[in-house]
T-cell receptor
């Protein structure tokens, strides 16, 4: 079975500071990994995804994430936070090779950005 | 290109009633997945429909059922509503069953 753990339910940074949101996963097969962002009262927007190939993936709005198999991690980073980055972020895993695309999500991390 | 749309945006029901939520998939997508997101939680997979057939199901009771239509739009039906069914219901569409999922804005259901 797959599972996702997001370390830190709340992260607070100053505008211009580094953003680091942590995600660890458990999967019995090579995982496909995703980060989604959710703004208040909205659905989920895809930020970036890892399927195969390059382990450092770049997404929208300056975010990137690195797949580290040895650490079973897929942490999300952004060099310089902007006020508009304030939202809730979800890491998700889908197991490759299944016949259907069930996503298993973490509990989410709320990012607050201070001026 | 139109994204995923859901209706209604908000809904209030009483315990024991039945509810139908609707989802229109993104153009060209033949797969729809439904998720339940309780307050303060991550989304949980309910089921997926691929080419009008249920293609996978999460840990939800049979009173959660669905349909997919020939135009690939979908419905989620919940019978005998319980207070714990209060949540944001998210629909996601994808090109194929195992492809990247794109989410709609959700329907917020409140059961009183």
């Amino acid at each position: 079975a797959q599972s996702v753990t997001q370390l830190g339910s709340h992260v607070s940074v100053s505008e211009g500071a580094l953003v680091l949101l942590r995600c660890n996963y458990s999967s019995s097969v090579p995982p496909y990994l995703f980060w989604y962002v959710q703004y208040p009262n909205q659905g989920l927007q895809l930020l970036l995804k890892y399927t195969t190939g390059a382990t450092l993936v770049k997404g929208i709005n300056g975010f990137e994430a690195e797949f580290k198999k040895s650490e079973t991690s897929f942490h999300l980073t952004k060099p310089s936070a902007h006020m508009s980055d304030a939202a809730e972020y979800f890491c998700a895993v889908r197991s490759g090779g299944t016949s259907y695309g069930k996503l298993t999500f973490g509990q989410g991390t709320i990012l607050t950005v201070h001026p | 290109e139109t994204g995923v749309t859901q209706s209604p945006t908000h809904l209030i029901k009483t315990r024991g009633q039945q509810v139908t939520l609707r989802c229109s998939s993104q153009s060209g997508h033949n797969t729809v997945s439904w998720y339940q997101q309780a307050l303060g939680q991550g989304p949980q997979f309910i089921f997926q429909y691929y080419r009008e057939e249920e293609n996978g199901r999460g840990n939800f009771p049979p009173r959660f059922s669905g349909l997919q239509f020939p135009n690939y739009s979908s419905e989620l039906n919940v019978n005998a509503l319980e207070l714990d069914d209060s949540a944001l219901y998210l629909c996601a569409s994808s090109l194929k069953a195992i492809e990247t999922q794109y989410f709609g804005p959700g329907t917020r259901l409140l059961v009183l």
